[in-house]
């Protein structure tokens, strides 16, 4: 105790608002290396996907092409729906709906590409024709390739 | 404690019967609670075990089948009861001063049973699950800068994956309970505090007849309804046990009977009418989707909002948007499901209310009690 404050007496008022100063910081100091660690924490990593170019659809002859007339093949963690709509001639897009991201379907009989969520519709160009979604489909490039054994193969790569 | 139980009272009028909506909310809570602790010990949170270890509660965990469908009835039967119960204190205008703070737990109370019902939904990894989370949690990105953050935070990464299941069960089983126990408790401190309010159109009768002793006469009255929904809720599990489904495909189209959970229901349907396109950088989508946050902000702050009530003891114009709003609700529901049996529902709740309250005034008038 400095020789200047004697019992009873108030403690010199500078060093009082150092004290509080350094109570206060010390204590947001604490709270913050609680909550900036934990806000991390709940905020999700970045995972890492492999880079996807160009997927193999299958024949085109897939009996699921001829049957629905279309199919949902992995592009790297993305559904991509490639569509047939002539013997050689197909079209793919996302298959994620640009409305609320539920997977889209295609309906032959009235060729059109339909999200059973909301109802969206999207033609064969993948533009909106009916239905809530705000953008048309995100096109992927796709073309046919002959295979071993003469089977034609369908492969979608990125636009 | 005791003391105070012994003193307390509740009116007696001949709207009495609202006041078991509340209790009756909080029996099924206690259900939940006691069955989602039993389905812990089996369920695995991860998209490749999820849907197998459900199937394992329903085909080879003795009774599981009952234990999950008591569950799942249980919880459709609680937010339906809070539905009435929220209802019920807005129309007889129950949020006057001094229960605004009572309000505004209890409809923070009932965001949070919204958030089981959606979190839960998820957790059998089923079809229709996966594609309501996908959406559901799709909603928040329409919103302006924070959007893209949110559904992140809510689904753990860009997409609906095992990352999204074990965040949704760590809600399920452990934030929102937790939340829930502080704003129940608060609750329900409150309304044993302030007591009940009486509608203002009841209150000379309430003035001129004996209040009701809480303990026993009220708690056993009340006891008495919970053994009857525990009859229903048994029943309703046992000859109907919830579907499970098909597992979700991540890489498969949505079916063509998707629908979310019937509370949902109307917002679903308000999505599906609105139109594509964009006004001002902000998609069409977005309206409704501000719209609801915004009416759930209103509905939050009522209490502040109603002067009428505090003047002049009636508010017809918050009555009629009440109206309105049930109305909406009930005719969207009942449209998304092509069914009139929502609104059946709403009617037969009423009549159960109405005969209800009429057996009560019947037997108060005949001297008992």
Same mark, same amino acid.
């Given at each position: 105790?400095?020789?200047?404050?004697?019992?009873?007496?108030?403690?010199?008022?500078?060093?009082?608002?150092?004290?509080?100063?350094?109570?206060?910081?010390?204590?947001?100091a604490?709270?913050?290396?609680?909550?900036?660690p934990?806000?991390?924490?709940l905020?999700?990593?970045?995972v890492?996907?492999a880079?996807?170019?160009?997927?193999?659809?299958g024949?085109?002859?897939?009996p699921?092409?001829?049957?629905?007339?279309?199919?949902?093949?992995?592009? $790297? +963690?993305?559904? &991509? #729906? /490639?569509v @047939?709509?002539?013997e050689?001639?197909?079209?793919?897009?996302?298959?994620?709906?640009?409305h609320?991201?539920?997977?889209?379907?295609?309906?032959?009989?009235?060729?059109?590409?339909?999200?059973?969520?909301?109802?969206?519709?999207?033609?064969?160009?993948?533009?909106?024709?009916?239905?809530?979604?705000?953008?048309?489909?995100?096109?992927?490039?796709?073309?046919?390739?002959?295979?071993?054994? $003469? +089977?034609?193969? &369908? #492969? /979608?790569? @990125?636009? | 404690?005791?003391?105070?139980?012994?003193?307390?009272?509740?009116?007696?009028?001949?709207?009495a019967?609202?006041?078991?909506?509340?209790?009756?909310?909080?029996?099924?809570?206690?259900?939940?609670?006691?069955?989602?602790?039993?389905?812990?010990l089996y369920?695995?949170?991860?998209?490749?075990?999820?849907?197998?270890?459900?199937?394992?509660?329903?085909?080879?965990?003795?009774?599981?089948?009952?234990?999950?469908?008591?569950?799942?009835?249980?919880?459709n039967?609680?937010?339906f009861?809070?539905?009435?119960?929220?209802?019920?204190?807005?129309f007889?205008?129950?949020?006057?001063?001094?229960?605004?703070?009572?309000?505004?737990?209890g409809?923070?109370?009932?965001?949070?049973?919204?958030?089981?019902?959606?979190s839960?939904?998820?957790?059998?990894?089923?079809?229709l699950?996966?594609?309501?989370?996908?959406?559901?949690?799709?909603?928040p990105?329409?919103?302006?800068?924070?959007?893209?953050?949110?559904m992140?935070?809510?689904?753990?990464?860009?997409?609906v994956?095992?990352?999204?299941?074990?965040r949704?069960?760590?809600w399920?089983?452990?934030i929102?309970?937790?939340?829930?126990?502080?704003?129940?408790?608060?609750?329900?401190l409150?309304v044993?505090?302030?007591?009940?309010?009486?509608?203002?159109?009841?209150?000379d009768?309430?003035?001129?007849?004996?209040?009701?002793?809480?303990?026993?006469?009220?708690?056993?009255?009340?006891?008495?309804?919970?053994?009857?929904?525990?009859?229903?809720?048994?029943?309703?599990?046992?000859?109907?046990?919830?579907?499970?489904?098909?597992?979700?495909?991540?890489?498969?189209?949505?079916?063509?009977d998707?629908?979310?959970?019937?509370?949902?229901?109307?917002?679903f349907?308000?999505?599906?009418?609105?139109?594509?396109?964009?006004?001002?950088?902000?998609?069409?989508?977005?309206?409704?989707?501000?719209?609801?946050?915004?009416a759930a902000?209103?509905?939050?702050?009522?209490?502040?909002?109603?002067?009428?009530?505090?003047?002049?003891?009636?508010?017809?114009?918050?009555?009629?948007?009440?109206?309105?709003?049930?109305v909406?609700?009930?005719?969207?529901?009942a449209?998304?499901?092509?069914?009139?049996?929502?609104?059946?529902?709403?009617?037969?709740?009423?009549?159960?209310?109405?005969?209800?309250?009429?057996?009560?005034?019947?037997?108060?008038?005949?001297?008992?009690?």
């Amino acid at each position: 105790m400095p020789a200047d404050v004697t019992p009873g007496t108030i403690p010199d008022p500078d060093r009082r608002r150092l004290l509080n100063w350094f109570l206060g910081t010390s204590f947001g100091a604490l709270l913050a290396s609680i909550v900036y660690p934990v806000a991390r924490f709940l905020n999700p990593p970045e995972v890492e996907t492999a880079a996807t170019n160009e997927v193999d659809a299958g024949a085109a002859n897939d009996p699921e092409f001829v049957a629905k007339g279309y199919k949902i093949v992995r592009f $790297g +963690s993305e559904p &991509v #729906i /490639v569509v @047939r709509v002539g013997e050689t001639d197909f079209r793919a897009f996302s298959a994620v709906c640009t409305h609320l991201a539920c997977i889209v379907e295609y309906l032959k009989a009235n060729q059109i590409i339909h999200c059973n969520c909301h109802n969206a519709q999207f033609n064969l160009q993948g533009q909106v024709v009916g239905g809530p979604p705000p953008k048309p489909l995100p096109p992927f490039g796709v073309h046919v390739v002959a295979g071993a054994e $003469g +089977s034609a193969r &369908v #492969i /979608v790569s @990125r636009s | 404690m005791l003391e105070f139980a012994r003193h307390k009272t509740v009116p007696v009028h001949r709207y009495a019967a609202i006041y078991y909506f509340g209790g009756m909310t909080l029996f099924f809570f206690v259900v939940q609670v006691l069955t989602g602790i039993l389905l812990m010990l089996y369920y695995r949170p991860t998209a490749t075990e999820a849907f197998e270890s459900v199937e394992l509660i329903m085909t080879n965990v003795s009774f599981g089948w009952l234990i999950r469908s008591l569950h799942s009835w249980s919880a459709n039967l609680m937010i339906f009861f809070a539905f009435l119960h929220l209802a019920s204190v807005y129309f007889t205008k129950a949020y006057r001063p001094p229960r605004e703070l009572t309000w505004v737990t209890g409809c923070v109370a009932f965001f949070l049973a919204l958030g089981f019902g959606f979190s839960g939904y998820l957790l059998p990894w089923n079809e229709l699950a996966f594609f309501a989370t996908r959406v559901g949690t799709q909603i928040p990105s329409t919103i302006p800068v924070v959007g893209e953050w949110i559904m992140r935070f809510l689904r753990g990464g860009e997409r609906v994956t095992t990352a999204t299941v074990s965040r949704f069960y760590g809600w399920h089983v452990a934030i929102l309970p937790a939340l829930m126990v502080v704003v129940l408790g608060l609750h329900l401190l409150l309304v044993q505090l302030l007591g009940m309010s009486v509608p203002p159109p009841a209150a000379d009768e309430a003035r001129r007849r004996r209040p009701m002793p809480f303990f026993p006469h009220y708690a056993l009255r009340d006891f008495l309804g919970w053994l009857v929904a525990l009859g229903v809720l048994a029943a309703l599990a046992a000859l109907f046990p919830w579907e499970l489904g098909e597992k979700a495909d991540a890489f498969a189209p949505a079916p063509p009977d998707i629908r979310p959970e019937w509370y949902f229901m109307f917002m679903f349907e308000t999505l599906k009418v609105m139109p594509g396109g964009s006004i001002g950088g902000l998609e069409y989508e977005a309206i409704p989707i501000l719209g609801f946050g915004l009416a759930a902000l209103l509905l939050l702050l009522v209490p502040f909002l109603d002067r009428g009530v505090v003047r002049r003891g009636r508010s017809p114009v918050f009555t009629a948007v009440g109206v309105v709003a049930v109305v909406y609700m009930v005719a969207l529901t009942a449209w998304g499901y092509r069914s009139l049996a929502p609104v059946y529902a709403v009617l037969g709740a009423g009549i159960l209310v109405w005969l209800f309250a009429w057996a009560i005034e019947r037997h108060e008038n005949g001297g008992g009690g």
